[in-house]
């Protein structure tokens, strides 16, 4: 461990070293020399008057703003004598179950690339160019044959690999006596208890007002959402996103959502952002990539036969071909457990100087990603802004939802979780599914792996996100997966058989996210 003291200099010196690099850095130099024309900086207090300055000119803020985002995206710093990969994922197993995975992952796109022969990455002719630049906002009207095609792997594929992960340390003959976890998930991991979560979710307690509850004893809905709307707008006014962050815990008024929640990730789409984005577009028009076939397909499959997300399609196709083309991207790797595929240039196999990132952002899409992005377009309607956002939501937190890690925000956490709640908290009915070979877990992986987007109503599902940006943390999806399955416990409790306890889960559509999450955490008797 680190200690406290060396731990936040190396924390700042980390901080300095990565906002040195940014365009904040530059726009702040550059205020600087500015204000030394003015005429209330004096050189015998130089240092302290630009201080002022920076600080009167709203410059302080965004510094505030940035070192926050910073401090809320990467880990605490390991200790220095610590290897690399340890800043990636401490426990050796869950690196070396994270490496398979991956192989497998790229076994299947291979094999799918040599099967149909078409190459990983080729450059459009001209007149292809034009033609995709020509219908850029209307490419859902674009039919390509995709019937060869296959999504790489669906969560289905992704649960198995999880339910067969051990911790070698455990003898085979003494599996978790731990806490004699009777669910899908073996591996000795800490989560939390109903107590600790009470704590960490204080702020959606039955006496607190929130927005997503019709109805309270202590407060009138109209007058807790009058003066939270007026809170929201101080908050936005102060461009404080820490400020940002703790209001939303208790849930987003429609009209100040996209606006608080590009203050939290620290998104201002400034002209150099939107250019950067032009430039990825760019690079979609004139090089087609294997994984432009496997996003066409995921949002065939998923967002354009959802009710809610089909008329997105088009937005969805422009946000996740950029996506692949980033490059920036690639940095989240170094606090993710995964490790971006390489390609090598053909004839040249193996030899590092002509490898290449592939896809070149290091994330190959797999069956239902595109619905990370279709709720973010009710909110932006500016394609880089609404790119922006989905990229800053991905390296904060979507890609626990797919990778192998010992994270509590982890995917492997939160099944842990989600099992450990139910079984604890309606062990009868934990009991019964298991018994009729219905494990909860099989019904609920594919709601947590895709943050529940496309199964709740699109208001429930952005007041539930309202709650993952506020807390930074994913631990809500397994808590509200297992409130739903105590909300159904009755009809589950009558069900003989997998397919009828799907059938009974089948449509979530109608639940109110708040109210099942405020019964299940405080008024379950622990």
């Not at 203050?263 to 400034?270: A, E, G, P, T, V």
């Not at 457990?337 to 994330?363: C, H, M, Q, W």
């Not at 979530?508 to 405020?518: D, E, G, I, N, Y």
Request: hydrophobic share 40%.
């Amino acid at each position: 461990m680190v200690d406290p003291e060396s731990g936040l200099s190396l924390t700042i010196a980390r901080i300095v070293q990565r906002l040195q690099g940014s365009s904040l850095h530059s726009q702040l130099e550059r205020q600087a020399r500015v204000s030394l024309h003015k005429p209330e900086i004096k050189l015998e207090s130089l240092k302290e008057d630009i201080k002022d300055f920076l600080k009167t000119s709203g410059w302080e803020k965004k510094l505030q703003n940035a070192v926050y985002s910073e401090l809320n995206v990467f880990p605490s710093p390991c200790h220095p004598a610590a290897p690399p990969e340890h800043m990636k994922e401490p426990l050796a197993y869950m690196r070396k179950a994270q490496g398979s995975w991956e192989k497998r992952i790229l076994k299947s796109l291979n094999s799918m690339c040599t099967e149909l022969g078409v190459p990983l990455a080729q450059k459009r002719p001209v007149s292809e160019q034009k033609e995709l630049l020509n219908k850029w906002n209307e490419m859902g009207t674009d039919e390509p044959d995709l019937s060869l095609f296959r999504p790489v792997y669906a969560p289905k594929d992704f649960l198995e690999v999880l339910m067969n992960l051990r911790n070698p340390n455990y003898e085979n003959g003494e599996q978790p006596s731990f806490r004699n976890h009777l669910g899908l998930i073996q591996v000795p991991l800490k989560v939390k208890d109903i107590p600790e979560l009470k704590e960490d979710f204080s702020e959606l307690d039955l006496n607190t007002g929130q927005l997503g509850i019709d109805d309270s004893a202590q407060v009138p809905p109209e007058f807790f959402e009058n003066e939270h709307v007026r809170i929201g707008q101080k908050v936005l006014a102060e461009q404080d996103s820490a400020a940002a962050q703790q209001y939303v815990r208790q849930g987003c008024p429609t009209a100040l959502r996209a606006d608080l929640w590009a203050l939290i990730l620290n998104i201002s789409n400034q002209p150099e952002d939107i250019l950067y984005y032009e430039q990825l577009k760019s690079n979609v028009i004139q090089h087609d990539l294997l994984v432009d076939s496997l996003i066409y397909k995921d949002v065939k499959l998923t967002a354009s036969n959802d009710d809610y997300y089909f008329v997105f399609e088009d937005y969805l196709y422009q946000v996740l071909l950029c996506f692949s083309r980033d490059t920036s991207v690639l940095e989240h790797f170094t606090y993710s457990s995964a490790t971006p595929p390489k390609s090598y240039i053909r004839g040249k196999l193996g030899i590092e100087d002509y490898a290449v990132f592939y896809p070149p952002n290091g994330v190959i899409p797999f069956h239902g990603f595109s619905m990370y992005v279709a709720p973010l377009c009710f909110l932006y309607h500016e394609p880089s802004k609404l790119y922006q956002i989905f990229r800053e939501m991905y390296v904060r937190f979507f890609f626990r939802l797919h990778s192998i890690s010992s994270h509590p925000s982890g995917i492997v956490s939160l099944c842990l979780l989600f099992e450990t709640l139910l079984q604890t908290h309606l062990p009868q009915l934990f009991y019964h599914l298991r018994e009729i070979g219905a494990q909860p877990l099989r019904i609920s992986f594919k709601w947590m792996v895709r943050a529940f987007s496309g199964y709740l109503a699109t208001d429930q599902l952005l007041l539930l996100w309202d709650r993952i940006l506020g807390y930074n943390s994913l631990e809500i999806l397994a808590v509200l997966a297992a409130a739903v399955f105590a909300f159904r416990a009755v009809n589950l409790m009558e069900v003989t058989s997998l397919a009828a306890a799907e059938a009974v889960l089948a449509d979530l559509s109608t639940l109110k996210v708040m109210p099942l999450l405020q019964i299940f955490l405080f008024a379950t008797v622990t």
